[in-house]
C-alpha cells in the first residue's frame, strides 16, 4: 500500500498525511494483547507509566521494559516500510519504537515540540509513523500540528520545562511558530499518520473516560548516522529517553554511512 501521488504532495507541504491505509482487526487484536500483557506484567512496577513506555520491542529487557516481538513485527510490516521508503529512499533503518498509553483520564499532555530538537541523528532526518491502536479524537487528546512548520527544515529555540503532568520537558517558544494554525489528527482505530522530523507537534491531556493508546515508529535513511555518544547529552539534560543506547535495525536497503552500529542496546 503505498502513498499515492496527492498524499506525496500533502506530505511535503504539510509535514504529515493520514493515508489511505489501515491495519486490520486481526492485528490490532494482536497488538492489542501485546499491549494487555505489557500492562499486567508491570502492574506491580512504580516507576513503570503506560504514558510513555520505551524499547518494547526489544526482548531483552531494555529501558526495565520487558518487550515482546509483536512489536517489531508490526514496526517492520511491508505495507509500513513502502511508505516510509516513499519519503525517505530506499535504505531505512529503525532505531525507535514507543508506546504512548495516555489512559483515560489520567493521559499527560505533549507540550509543543520537534522531535529534531534532541535527535543524535547526522544530518538530522527522520520519518515518525504514529499508529493509532485505539482512536485519536480531540477529546482523548489527539496529537495536534502546525501545518508547514517543517519547510524550514530547522530547529526551532525550545526551552527546559520540568511538569509532572507533561511527557516531555522540553517545549517551543512560543514566538517560534504561530499556534493558531493547529490541527487536530483525528484517526479511527488502526489509522496511521506519517510525519517529517521538523514538524512542530503536541497534544492536550486525555480527561476524557476513553484510552488514546499509540504506536510510534521513528526511521531514518541509511544516509544519516545515529551518533550514540551524541545522545549523552540528552540524557545529562535529564531526559529519560536513553539516546545514548538506541537499538537500530536495519529493516530495508543498506547502511550508506558504513557508521551506525547495529550491536549497541541489542
Known sequence: MALSDSEMETYNRDG????????????????????????????????????FILGPHLQSGGYGVKGDPEWLRIATRPEILDMVEQVMGPDIILWGVT?????????????????????????????????????????????????????ERKV??????????????????????????ARDIVLEPGQVSLHDVYLVHGSNANTSDRRRMGLVLRFMPGSSYYNHAGGQSTEQAGSAHGYSKRALFLVRGEDRTGRNDFTLGH
Open 99 to 151: 508506546i504512548f498509553g495516555k489512559p483515560a483520564g489520567q493521559g499527560k499532555a505533549t507540550p509543543w515540540h520537534q522531535d529534531g530538537d534532541y535527535y543524535p541523528i547526522e544530518p538530522l532526518e527522520t520519518c515518525t509513523v504514529w499508529i493509532s491502536l485505539d482512536g485519536s479524537y480531540p477529546e482523548n487528546g489527539c496529537m495536534r500540528f502546525i501545518p508547514g512548520s517543517h519547510r
Open 156 to 181: 526551532f529555540k525550545h526551552h527546559w520545562e520540568e511538569r509532572p503532568d507533561y511527557t516531555l520537558a522540553q517545549v517551543i517558544d512560543e514566538d517560534q511558530v504561530d499556534l493558531a494554525s
Open 16 to 51: 504529515l498525511v493520514i493515508p489511505n491505509f489501515r491495519l486490520s482487526e486481526e492485528a490490532l487484536s494482536r497488538i492489542r494483547g501485546a499491549y494487555d500483557r505489557l500492562l499486567e506484567s508491570h502492574k506491580d512496577d512504580p516507576k513503570f507509566s503506560p504514558d
